[in-house]
Each structure stands twice: as C-alpha cells, then as structure tokens.
C-alpha cells in the first residue's frame, strides 16, 4: 500500500521535532553552550508556527498521508481550524520557554517543552487512531516530567498525581479506541465509517460507548468535572512556566484531540436515531464544570489555585458550543480555546513577573493591592487579563468568544444548557472582579519586592495583552482564522 504524502503539511510537526534532535546533538557536541538549546528550541517552535500559516489560508482541503482510492482514507489534515490550533500550541509553547528564561532553561527543559509541542500539533490535524492516540500523549507526558524537575516534595506530589491521571485517562482512551474500531471496523475517526455502523443498531450501541469512554479519556487532559481533581494540587505545587503550559498549550492539544473524536458525528447528526447519549454526556460535562469551577474559583484567596479552579470552569465553556455538535460547534470551541489560553498566559506571566522565580511565596490575593499603583505594567495586564476571562469592555474578545460559545446551542436547540452558561458567565464576573478590585486598593507593606530578573515575563505578559487587545478592536481576526 502506497501513500500520498504533502512534507509540506507535516513541516507544523516535523519542525520542533528536528530542533528537538538538533538541540540534542549540539549538547553532546559543545555541553557549555548554555544559551544554544533555549534559542534552537525557540527557533523550532517559531519555525513550526510559520509552516502552518498557508493552512489559515487555504480554501481548499489540505490532506496528506492517504491511501490510494477508491476506499482511501487521509491521516493527516491541515484545515484553517487545525492549523489555528497548531499555532497558537506552537506560540503558547514559545511562551513558556520564554517564561523559564533564556538562562534557567536547561536541555532537558527544552527538550522537553519541543516533544510536548510536537505532540500537540499532531494530535490535532491526525485523522488515524494509531497517531492520534501517541501523539496525544507525548503532549502530556513531556509536562508531567518538567511538573517532577522541580526539587520540591510539592511538585513531586503534583507530579504523582497529574501521572496517576494520565494513566487512567490512557486506559480510557485505548479502551474507547478500541471499542470504535470494533464497532465501525476502520482505524481512522471518520463518518463515512460512522454513518455505515449507524445503521446497525448493535453498532450504533457500540459506537456511542466508544465514544463516550474517549470523551471520559479527553475530559481528564480539559480538566472537565469529574475528572479534574488533578487539576488544582497539579497547578499549585509545580513550577509557574509548567503550570501556564497545562493551562495553555495543553488545553489546546486537548481541544484538538476532542473536535476530532467529534467530527465524525456531523454524518449521523440528522438521523433517526440521533447521537443522543453524546449529547447528554457532553452537556453533563459541560454544566458540571461551568458551575462546581466558578463556585469553587469564588471561595480562592491564593491566586494560583484560583487560575486552576478557573482553567475547570473554562473547560465547560470550551465543552458548551460542542454540545452541539456542529461544524460551528467546533469552531467557536477553537476560538474560545485559544482565547482562553492567550488570557491564561498572561495572568500567568503577569504573576511571574510580580513574584519572580520564588512564586509560591506570597500569592494570596491580598499581596496584589494597590498593584496597578506599584507596577502598572504587570497590574495593567493582569487586570486585562482578569477582564477578558470575565467577558468584560476593555476585554471584548472574551465576551465575544463567550457569545460565539452559546450561538450554536442555542441553534441546536439546546436552551436549558444555554441559560447555565448564562448563569454562569455572571457568577464568573464575581470571580474575576473580587481580584480585579484588590488592583486598585492600598499597597500593603507586606506586598512582595519587585524582582530583579523578569524582563521574560513581562514581555510575555505584554505581548499577549497587546494580542487581546487587538482581538477585542477586531475580533474578526480571530473569528475569521477558523471558517
């Protein structure tokens, strides 16, 4: 069996891989050379993200790794939506070794960091289960290393358990993988293959199962209720870099990996019976997560735990327009995840460059008063930050995004799952304001010492505010990447 294959469609993937490599070999070559793996690294992952622009461009179907016709199947996509995603794990990725800092980050940081992205680019254009299920976790697996580098008995605890979820999850999805290929006897996630098992009423049982236990897989990398219990202790106990990573590029790759599980439901959306038991087990998913996150986002007073509450409420968010399951679906969740990921990282970044490198001192939210007085760079865009995960003006592409996240439940039909959205939105105001109004208040004389070293972070931070700013001039920009 032969394939037809594009290297230019594979290039988003194959590049970060070759810098991985190239950073090894010039390791080995010159160890001294400290400043060398940082800058490959950060060469490959930018070199990735400009492979995947043609695909925001494209009009046409980009497919590569297909087998001849006429029974062939393609294994690789680069569609606008997937190469939106591909960029923004390729930037978010970017960001985050920026965040280590060009002299902290060592070899295995690096290495790491580029196995991770690689993961995540592949996981969301691959079409196969084989690939699909690998790459989604090398863009786990990675994280749960650099959470274990830090020589603290907190991050090996956070280690310990973000690997005891990640199993569990891997059972799961190489169960449901399992289960798909029996019901519908091909390897590949699409639905021509769907339609024909659909009409078999065993098939069809099967199918939903097997698709329920990979959303049950996928819900433990969104950080979904009940699957997100990892997700607080995970997020406070390691490094902040590693922790931004989870709450950004991570997320992306398991959005990606979740759109493509669903794609194949657009064959069978119309039929008698319908996908149902899908529908039910996202909106569960979906209600779970907006509430038991933002209720329990209320009551933080450390902020760290209340960005890791806050990243369970946004999975619901990001799960509500898919509870559709429409093409629009997906697409308003790439838009919202990626959203999302842009804020997370500079909230993230904009407490970095408040604490420094000994960031779990002092992240209660009463340090933060009267910070937009004592560093207006970091309070400004942290309060941007706070304000587009509100939904709020000046942060518009966040109540943008939150308007496109409801628009296809609401044309599915689905109004009850829409007025909890609704709900919730305006219990995540409060959320958000309670921290925002602790920036204008009195300097406390106990507010942590500005570091010395955090031009990283606060080019971070301030790239990413400038983005959202943008976005909320013109939000088509982004709207416009993914249809």
Known sequence: MTLEMSWALLLPALIPVAAMVLVLVVDAITPRARLAAPVIGG??????????????????????????????????????????????????????????????????????????????????ASRDLGTWLITLELATLPVIALVAWRDRRAAAHGALTLLTTSLVSFGLLVLGTALWVTATGDPTLTGDSLATAWAVPEQRLLAGLATVVLLAGLAFKLSAVPFHAWTPTTLTSGPLPVSALLASASKLAAVGALIVVLAPYDAVVGLTPGPHVIVAALVILTVASML????????????????????????????????????????????????????????????????????????????????????????????????????????????????????????????????????????????????????????????????????????????????????????????????
């Open 43 to 124: 060469l490959g992952l930018l070199g990735g993200a400009v492979a995947a622009i043609p695909g925001l461009l494209a009009t046409e179907p980009r497919l590569t790794l297909c087998t001849p016709a006429p029974d062939g199947r393609c294994m690789w996509d680069g569609s606008p939506l997937t190469s939106t995603l591909q960029i923004a794990a390729l930037l978010a990725t970017l960001a985050v070794l920026a965040l280590v800092s060009v002299r902290r980050a060592g070899v295995i940081d690096v290495v790491m960091l580029l196995a991770s992205a690689s993961g995540a680019v592949a996981v969301v």
């Open 292 to 483: 038991i996150g933002t209720v329990m986002a209320l009551r933080q007073t450390e902020v760290v735990r209340l960005l890791a509450w806050s990243t369970v409420a946004q999975a619901g968010w990001i799960l509500l327009p898919l509870t559709a399951l429409t093409v629009a679906g997906r697409q308003a969740a790439a838009i919202y995840a990626v959203v999302y990921a842009v804020a997370s990282l500079v909230a993230f970044a904009a407490v970095r460059a408040i604490h420094g490198p000994h960031v779990e001192d002092g992240r209660e939210l009463t340090a933060y008063k009267g910070l937009l007085r004592r560093d207006p760079v970091a309070g400004g865009t942290l309060a941007l930050a706070l304000l587009v995960l509100a939904g709020l003006p000046p942060g518009v592409i966040g109540l943008v995004a939150k308007i496109v996240a409801i628009r296809p439940v609401v044309s599915a039909g689905l109004w009850p799952v829409a007025v909890v959205a609704v709900v919730a939105a305006v219990l995540g105001i409060a959320v958000y304001l309670r921290w925002f109004a602790v920036l204008f208040g009195e300097s406390d004389s106990d507010a942590p010492a500005r570091p010395r070293s955090r031009r990283a972070s606060v080019g971070v931070a301030a790239i990413g505010a400038a983005l959202l700013i943008v976005t909320s001039v013109l939000p088509q920009l982004l709207v416009g990447l993914v249809s």
